[in-house]
Structure formats: structure tokens, C-alpha cells
């Protein structure tokens, strides 16, 4: 099946004709949650605010959502999407968590890291999703909007809602100009908090590594695993 998507992606890739139909849009709150939600089952495409930039997202089981998310960006298909989560728990289902990446999670989660962790067993996650690693890129937001979609759908991927290459959606109206015939629906939730990504730690091999510098610092990752006497690849 993974080989099929990855197919399918590289057809919508290069040839895809968008509407001229503008998606909707609704406030973040719980009534265009439960909308969002509707609209993601349905196979559609879901703009929301995160803790950092608005965020693009599909449901996961959705056929052939990964090629048509990739499609809207115009996003290279080499590059990986990760998977936003609601709790510990849904990250636990699709990658496992070792000692380090639990006590990282356990600390600096909701907000701005992202764990690269081993895909569990048997989770089936599509390749196009993973570009082909048998790793996949874990977060849970500090923001209520895409945790509350994530908790109805399970863990989601999602991706900042912009074209590829151009410059990150921080409210409901840039993602309309970039995304606006591409997608189905926007949650309005006001301007993007912006500032730092998060901090990429992973966490796959024998010791934990820092991929990219962000939101959380190094030195403060090494001193919770040095506090736990738990190895990792860099220091302070």
C-alpha cells in the first residue's frame, strides 16, 4: 500500500487542476472544532491554528489524503510530515518511546518538541508520511485546537499551512491567499503565536540526539537527561 500512496502523491504532484472555490472558514472554537472535525472524516483538508504557525492536516486514514495534502503545498515528496497528537498515549501508539524520549515527553510536552522515535510495530504508517524512514516525527502542541482534532481523529499529520517554499501562514487570511482553493476548510483562531519551531530531539538510536535547535534549548534537554542519569549524544 505504501509504494501505491507514494504513486499516487507523485501523480497528484505534478498534475492536479484546483476549483476556484475559497475554503471555508470558521472560528476555532468548538463549534468549527466539530466542523473540522466532520470536514477531516470526510477526507478534506483542515487548516488550524497551532502553538506556532497555522498548521495544514489530514486525517490519517483518509485514501489518498497524504498525496493531496502534499499537492496543496506543492511539498517535495523527500520531505517527511509529522504527526500531532493529544497525549502521551496516541504517541505511544505510532512510535516507540525509550526511556529518554517518555522523560523528554513527560517534561517539555504540550509545547515545542518534536521526538523522532521508531515507528511501533505493525503501525502501518504510510511511507509517503515517513519518506520511506521506519521513524516517525511525534509532537504534542501547546494549543488546544489541534489537540482537540487529534484526540476525535487520532494522531494527525499535519504540516504549516503554506506553499512550499513561500512564507508561513501566522493568521487565517495568509493561509486563504496561499491555500484558499486548496484546502476545505480554515479554523480562525486569530494571529499565530509565531517565534521559535520546536526543538527536534531524536531519539530512534542508542542515544538521543538534537537534529535542530528551537524553542527549547540543548543544555536544558541534557540537564533533564543528566538529572535522570540517562546518556545522550550532546551536552550542554
Known amino acids: 500500500m505504501a509504494g501505491i500512496e507514494l504513486a499516487e502523491a507523485r501523480r497528484h504532484d505534478h498534475a492536479r487542476a484546483w476549483p476556484a472555490v475559497t475554503a471555508r472558514l470558521l472560528l476555532d472554537d ?16 483542515v487548516a488550524m491554528p497551532t502553538d506556532t504557525v497555522y498548521g495544514v492536516g489530514v486525517a490519517l486514514e483518509t485514501p489518498g489524503g497524504l498525496a493531496r495534502l502534499f499537492a496543496a503545498k506543492d511539498r517535495p515528496l523527500d ?15 505510532v512510535g516507540v518511546l525509550s526511556p529518554a524520549a517518555r522523560l523528554l515527553a ?30 516517525i516525527g511525534v509532537r504534542l502542541p501547546d494549543h488546544e485546537s489541534p489537540r482537540a482534532l487529534a484526540r476525535a481523529l487520532g494522531p494527525l499529520p499535519v504540516t504549516s499551512a503554506n506553499l512550499s517554499g513561500h512564507p508561513e501562514a501566522r493568521d487565517a487570511s495568509d493561509v486563504l491567499a496561499q491555500l484558499g482553493s486548496r484546502i ?53
Not at 79 to 93: G, H, K, N, Y
Not at 109 to 128: H, K, R
Open 30 to 45: 468548538a463549534s468549527g472544532r466539530a466542523a473540522a472535525v466532520a470536514v477531516l472524516r470526510a477526507g478534506g483538508l
Open 106 to 135: 513527560e517534561r517539555f510536552w504540550p509545547g515545542g518538541l518534536t521526538l523522532i522515535l521508531p515507528q511501533t510495530p505493525n503501525a502501518g504508517l504510510p511511507e509517503v508520511l515517513t519518506a520511506g524512514a521506519a521513524t
Open 184 to 236: 476545505d476548510l480554515v479554523l480562525d483562531g486569530g494571529p499565530g503565536r509565531g517565534g521559535v519551531p520546536s526543538t527536534v530531539v531524536d531519539c530512534s538510536g542508542d542515544l538521543p540526539l538534537v537534529l535542530r535547535a528551537g524553542a527549547i534549548a540543548a543544555a536544558e534537554i541534557a540537564a533533564v537527561l543528566d538529572e535522570a542519569g540517562l546518556a545522550h549524544a550532546f551536552g550542554p
Open 79 to 93: 520531505r517527511a510530515i509529522v504527526l500531532l497528537v493529544a497525549d502521551l498515549d496516541q504517541a505511544s501508539s
